[in-house]
């Protein structure tokens, strides 16, 4: 049988990083793509799999993934068994206060990546039994954050865009999904944090969160799980983790205000 091979974008560390360590320990070829040369490096060096490939790519040149998609069918024999759009920026501030090139980075990186990402990686979708394209959305696309707004509407285009290709791409046997995650423990949500509170992280953020609950901190590895869990269930488009994320869609069809306060108690109480 032909190995398997899956292609991740943001493949350099977090989420994308800890996606191909799981793929690769099940004995797929793992394509990672970032625009992080020296992070691809790190990433290569903690791998250190003759199954892995690393190219720098920018999500949001199409150029870009035409050539990587090429140098990965070449890799992979020609198969894409699932195609990973895991690359994204969540800066925070008020929208009146964002600048406009900042909101404009958050769509071309976190929309446009993804559509681009689908677009050149179609052919070898096409030709390759049970595909799977699944994009990270997240869990403010469940009910939008304040101080996140920009990044709100960037991840509910996800989840729709993923919905609507559902229907689109059942033409060609393409199973489509999304990864909702909460409070995923990743270079990013340090960073953003930590800059957004003007402290560490430790500092900053972990003595809000939640021990337990939809918003409780979890570990990159929880989402490298649940793209595996996609590939394996095809009954589901939308994988939250954990999964307490998606009792916010669930209360949110019968009583938006319990949703509303929901997340309100999340940003705003004091803990």
């Known amino acids: 049988m032909e190995t398997k091979a899956i292609f991740v974008t943001g493949g350099s560390g977090g989420m994308g990083l800890e996606t191909g360590r799981r793929f690769l320990e099940a004995g797929w070829r793992v394509g990672l793509f970032d625009v992080s040369a020296a992070g691809l490096r790190d990433a290569e060096a903690s791998l250190n799999s003759d199954r892995l ?11 870009d993934f035409a050539a990587g998609v090429a140098a ?3 890799f992979s024999g020609q198969r894409m068994d699932i195609l990973f759009n895991n690359a994204g920026i969540a800066p925070g ?3 009146e206060e964002m600048p406009i090139e900042t909101v404009q980075s958050v769509m071309d990186i976190n929309v446009m990546g993804v559509i681009h990402g689908i677009r050149a990686a179609l052919p070898l979708l096409k030709t390759t039994e049970n595909a799977l394209c699944i994009s990270t959305s997240s869990s403010v696309a469940t009910f939008g954050h304040a101080m996140r707004a920009a ?4 991840k509910f285009a996800v989840k729709g865009l993923t919905e609507a290709l559902s229907l689109e ?3 060609y046997d393409i199973r489509t999904a999304d990864v909702l995650p909460g409070c995923i423990d990743t270079p990013m949500l340090r960073g953003e944090t930590a800059k957004g509170a003007g402290k560490p992280f430790e500092l900053s ?3 809000r969160l939640p021990k337990e609950g939809p918003y409780r901190l979890m570990p990159a590895s929880a989402i490298a799980d649940a793209v595996w869990e996609a590939y394996l269930d095809s009954r589901r488009i939308h994988f939250y983790v954990p999964e307490e994320v998606g009792d916010t869609d669930r209360v949110k069809a019968t009583d938006i205000q319990a949703a509303r306060s929901e997340i309100f108690d999340f940003l705003f109480r004091p803990r």
Do not use: K
């Open 205 to 207: 953020m972990l003595d």
């Open 151 to 154: 990044y709100t509407a960037s």
């Open 93 to 95: 501030g008020l929208l």
């Open 169 to 171: 791409l059942e033409q």
């Open 53 to 63: 490939m690393t190219q720098v790519l920018d999500v949001t040149q199409p150029e």
């Open 72 to 74: 990965f069918g070449e």
